[in-house]
């Protein structure tokens, strides 16, 4: 989970970053070696040589030693390549960020709200939000895209897609 | 006549109607995934292995191949009507392809273009049978440590992936190493990394980690610039002149060499050959002074060599297990979710399914002749839907794809969180196809590695005293090592798009 909120961090931090400074890169560094670090210890745990050969620790255990080595390689080459080269421009973080943040409520209601509904609100959103486009185009392609999509899915190519588990949907049968 | 033999057995099999059925779906599927902007070949096949998990093994991959090629095809058309190539392969198509569409010529193009990728791909299967039958009688040869080498040999390729730095090309093989690891490990049984979690003692999904790190990230990259609207194609008459196809032919034939050779060498990517291509055709053409006009040449060469190239990329594929590109190290991922391993082994073990898919790559090739070319205009329809509503749609896909690998919401929270990874991995100019090539290479290297060691209780020695295992290991080696030997990548190399 800490690459989530590491990586996560990595567009925010070129946001406010002055000219020339790689907070990025050195984010994910930092996160890389964190993981490292992470894989060593649960390696020992698991045991890196038996009797008939490598354990199962073993490959994580070198796995990790290189990630440690070739972060570091990398932290030497962006403090070397930070020194004179143009600062990017700002990263507009916004739009990604909220659709991240869409596709995790998003899969977090989906087993509640059912496939129908919460992909319905979901494609609502991004047409009529997001997309600034008009109510009547939002509409059709939200309904066929949620409640068309299921039909298609569930009747016909036989791939279930979650129904809805919270009484007034239930009872729709959505 | 043996090899005869079979190839009609797998004509047989690949032309029932069900067959014929999935391969024309995966025409249609590819060329749209190809027209789409925001979706490449690599995270439109793994949208769909989900979809083929039900499928018998030859079905589900005759779809899955013709998904393959078909992108290229698709990218084509994009190139020609919007100056913005659908994918990287098509790129150099743009320069002539738009030209021509300025002139009018539209169709002209994008039928030349059938026709080259139909003559390059043909050219390109026939290679393949002719390598299957010596290349596949290696199989019998083939033992634990042998497949370790030829693993070794796999994903010392990234090296030949690498794009602008070595540094990050190797962490993110490492990390797709790293990731490969969660679930149970091969022998011992011990569960890693899994968190505690049940629903990771499988390993973690790798359709989702692909359609997550391919299709979602390029999705939040792409979410803030607009692109182009078409250009109402001028299909004054889809059949190119007879000077159009005199002068084509060439050029075809240029493309056809260029491609296939380059397809045959594992790292190389389509881009290369279509680039290199346009290079000969700049070379060796006698209309080169037309070049950047609207040449047709310009049209024909790249894009027969392009899927010459896609073709030709499947013989390291069947013969040796080695995914010579991210597009097809995806599509040996679909082989193994079916329970088969792609490699010499494939033709003693499930010879049945080899030639039937094989059969399906020329069958493939007609459909997209015959299919491309009146569809033209259903595909420009697919080019002026806002992008916005594209991208909504995309989402969808995204989310039921993901969904469906195991009806599992937690799928889902893996794409978005490779999403991420993706976005950030693309912010930081860490190449992505490494990693791709390391999470499916990666479980099969460990587990012929530890299998080997069992044979030979726990000796090293094992790969010292089989000739063959001995020289897979040393081209490994030496793959791994030409960047410290300064060989000089070609410039084309260096600008890959692809890597």
Redesign the interface.
Known sequence: ?E??AG??A??EA?RSKPAQRPV??WV?QAV?IV?AAY?VI?ARG??IW????????F??LV??V??VL??V??FI?TRRAAAGSPAKDA??WR??AI??AS??V???V??VLGFQAS?LL??LF??KV????GWL?SVV?AVA?SIG?FYL?NDF??????YATVPPLTWLGV | MDVVNELLGGFAAALSPQNLLFAFIGCLVGTLIGVLPGIGPVAGVALLIPLTLNLEPTSAIIMLAAIFYGTAYGGTITSVLLNTPGEAASAITTIDGYAMTKKGRAGVALTIAAVGSFVGGVVATIGLVIAARPLGSLGLKIGPPEFFGLMVVGISLLVALAGKSMVRALISGVLGLLIAMVGIDPVAGAPRFTFGSDRLLDGVSFVAVIVGLFGLSEILMTATGGRNHPLTPGMRGLLPTRTDLRRSAPAILRGTGVGFLLGLIPGMTGSVSSLLSYGAERKFSRYRDELGSGAVEGVAGPETANNAHANGALIPLFTLGIPASPTIAVLMGAFLQQGLTPGPTLFTEHSEVAWAIIASLFIGNVILLVLNVPLVRLWTAILRIPEKILTALILLFLVIGSYTINYSVFDVFVMILFGVVGLAMRRLDIPLAPLVLTVVLGPLMERSLRESLDISQGSFTIFLTRPLTVVLLVIGVLIAASPLLRLRKPAALNEDPET
């Open positions: 989970m690459m989530l990586n996560k990595a567009p070129d990025g890169a994910a890389l993981l894989v649960s698991l045991g038996l009797p008939q050969g490598p354990g199962p620790g490959f994580p796995l990790a290189a990630l070739l972060s390689a990398w080459q990263y507009p739009r990604p659709t991240i596709l995790v998003l899969a977090a989906l087993n992909m979901f494609l991004h047409l997001m997309g600034r486009r185009t392609i895209g999509a899915f190519l036989l791939v279930p897609l979650p």
